[in-house]
């Protein structure tokens, strides 16, 4: 058996936590049961893990998300990366290719896609457990999970199980109108809950409607071919073999301020003190306090990218908010580490100054580089570590101060985590000045 | 005619603009008939000037206020420092100590005492005006400011004026009930403005009951004889021969979030955005946007110390919340220019780093200095300037970095406005880890 979680998403509804590069199912805002925060993919995976399911689970994603994956999940996954953003149907395809071209799973192999941002109770993870039972059984092609409806919704999809043999599924309807979802849900409709199972050989088949790729390189340049397409409208609206099996709990998209204030591990995170208030949810990653006195009902978010006051009752419509918002993103996690910055100054005349706060953790290095544009100043605050500098190799550590001048070669690896503060100056800061190389730590 | 502007308070109830260090009257957020934003200290000066009041305007403050004043009022007036906080007869009496003394003003002069961080009409300042020819006429030994009440208050003091002649004052009363103000408001009562007129000479005499200082400096040396008691209850109280001017408008303390946001130059400052607010006022310092939605009657302020989410109707509780947070202040204005902290970082075996943007006014210079705990690293990103190292001297510009180890001497002298990124390192950051020393720049 095999799992891939999808991973998408721009996540402009969390700002400033999510930006273009950190995706809602990043943020570290829930509680584990280890006491320690963790974000959506985290908790997906723990679960599967505590739900006893062993396979091997690849996630499916885009290259900007690659890093917090790595830095989230570690090496306990498989990575697979679309060379462009397309739809679901070309990103599973991707993901199944794969496993059958790299690791060479068997096409009889189970294969169960779901999201990588499902908040659930563990007995999800135990249906999860009964689709792949389902599938092996070769009962049907492929086979849905339902989630038993709380309340009529307009915005979700919904599955019509055969009323002699609910196993069996009839049809479907997309995000129909609230009358029309009140009325499916008394003929037992449920929703659509975005897991797919099916043998690797199925989709393999179907793939080759459009190509058939010796190779997953090959699938790779021939991506582009495939259609900009869903794969419930590609797959499972046009299989006929299909069955169902129904999870009836806790099943959320946290996806908004409002529906994740409901969950996280408190309503206070970070440097907050509030005063006298009521319902109101204060996250802060910021080192500075946030002070609430007498507010109600209102989310308060702050992050190196800005600060949110929403009244929660509103908190969806901060979109073209923070769409009027221009800037970089000032907060990444990277498969090194991560970088916040701290200061960002443009002069009259154009020039610029960026100061970041950096950590690069233990082990991990910063390829060899360099910038045409921008000279840097590193002034190492922590830890140990070795740098390179125009081929010459030394030690730094605490207290250095490296000067590092455009267009000199750069590479810098941390032996025990390293944080330094890095200040750029030039004309154009932009992360894309940037020519990496190769370099051979040995 | 001399105008003594007394500058005090220590501002918490405007956190986080305001801080120990920058008190309400500094703060830049009322709207200048030119289009700039000037300040409270800024406005009354202004005032004074545009009234015709051609009077020297000396300011009384404390030593932490000093920097402030020289940034927001330059040279244009004096300063004298209280050696210590007393009260307000006390600082009164050293101005007025200073004036004759240093300034050798004669005794038959007239001085008009008044709060700097008044918010009033233009008329009020012809009430000055007038107050002060009072004086000259020789017809009272002291003149007051009835400020005619606009409702009934239990927070202010009350001059009762004589019912025959109102020029005349026959009682005051401080702080009474809310029933007692206004019976006292139906007989003719009006609020103290705590703006004081007299001949110089007459309170030079009133000082020698405690001693009679030869010099000013003597003044100083035994300051810490003098009562902490008030002018009002030292003074005013125990003049029989008052008179009273009377002033009717606008007359505000700005020193609560509610009264200030009803008066600033616009309901966003800043780096801010509203959609659907309604009532509420957003202050951004940070360079950070602020996104409000959908928010009703809330005080949003946001600088380097911290930030302050707040119902209008509940901004006064403040204080509490604030003096829960234990942190040095992040942002100051000071003579030679301004730093905020951007970045402050403690490690687990009590290693610090802090990170500052500091701006250096041109013509000014940071005094020859070293530090005993501290490293630091200064990246130019700004102007031009000359640096002296353990003696030896250079020129600084834009692009530059200099090392500064602890035990090193050093000084700079911005030649055009110098702004630099300051990287601080050592077991123990505090501003007090400073020795200075004599250069001469020549």
Redesign the interface.
């Known amino acids: 058996m095999q799992i891939v979680l999808l991973s998408g998403g721009s996540g402009k509804r969390l ?2 936590l999510s930006n273009g590069i950190r995706s809602k199912q990043f943020l570290k805002v829930l509680r584990a049961p280890s006491g320690e925060l963790e974000s959506m993919v985290q908790r997906v995976y723990r679960q599967i893990r505590e739900a006893g399911i062993n396979a091997q689970v690849t996630v499916a994603t885009s290259a900007n998300q690659k890093d917090s994956i790595i830095s989230q999940l570690d090496d306990k996954v498989d990575i697979v990366t679309e060379p462009e953003r397309r739809d679901t149907f070309p990103a599973i395809a991707l993901c199944v290719t794969y496993l059958n071209k790299v690791k060479h799973i068997d096409p009889d192999e189970t294969i169960i896609v779901m999201p990588c941002d499902v908040f659930a109770d563990s007995s999800y993870f135990d249906k999860i457990s009964q689709m792949a039972k389902e599938v092996e059984s070769n009962k049907s092609d492929l086979v849905l999970m339902g989630i038993v409806p709380t309340y009529p919704s307009s915005k979700f999809g919904y599955i019509m199980p055969n009323r002699l043999n609910p196993g069996k599924i009839d049809g479907f309807m997309e995000k129909p109108t609230l009358e029309l979802a009140k009325e499916l849900i008394q003929n037992g409709a449920v929703w659509n809950g975005g897991v797919f199972g099916f043998k690797l050989g199925y989709l393999i088949d179907k793939i080759t409607k459009y190509f058939n790729a010796q190779t997953f390189d090959e699938f790779i340049h021939r991506y582009v071919e495939l259609p900009k397409i869903s794969f419930d409208y590609e797959i499972v609206e046009k299989t006929s073999n299909l069955s169902g099996v129904y999870y009836k709990g806790r099943w959320k998209d946290l996806g908004t301020w409002n529906a994740l204030s409901e969950e996280l591990s408190s309503c206070k995170i970070g440097n907050v ?1 509030q ?2 208030c009521l319902g109101t949810t ?1 996250i ?1 990653e ?11 009902n ?1 989310i ?1 978010a ?1 992050s ?8 929660k ?3 969806e ?2 979109k ?3 769409n ?2 221009n ?1 970089r993103p ?1 907060y990444e996690e990277r498969r090194w580490g991560s970088y916040k910055v ?4 443009e ?1 009259k005349d154009g ?1 610029c ?1 960026l ?1 970041k ?1 950096l950590t690069l953790n233990l082990g991990c290095s910063i390829s060899y580089q360099r910038h045409s544009y921008r ?1 840097e ?1 590193w ?1 190492f ?2 830890g140990s570590g070795e740098i390179v500098i125009d081929e010459k190799r030394s030690l730094v550590k ?2 250095d ?1 490296i ?1 590092i001048s455009r267009g000199t070669l750069h590479a810098l690896r941390a032996v025990t985590s390293l ?1 330094f ?1 890095e ?1 750029q ?1 030039g004309e154009n800061l932009v992360e894309e000045d940037i020519e990496r190389f190769e370099y051979n730590w040995g």
């Open positions: 700002w400033p003190i005063s006298e204060t802060n910021l080192s500075i306090p946030i002070l609430c006195q007498g507010t109600n209102l308060v702050a190196p990218d800005g600060i949110l006051v929403a009244d009752s509103k908190s419509d901060i073209d908010g923070v009027a918002i800037s000032m701290i200061d960002n100054v002069f020039f100054a100061t706060q000279d100043v002034t605050i922590d605490r207290g101060v000067i944080t503060i200040v100056r």
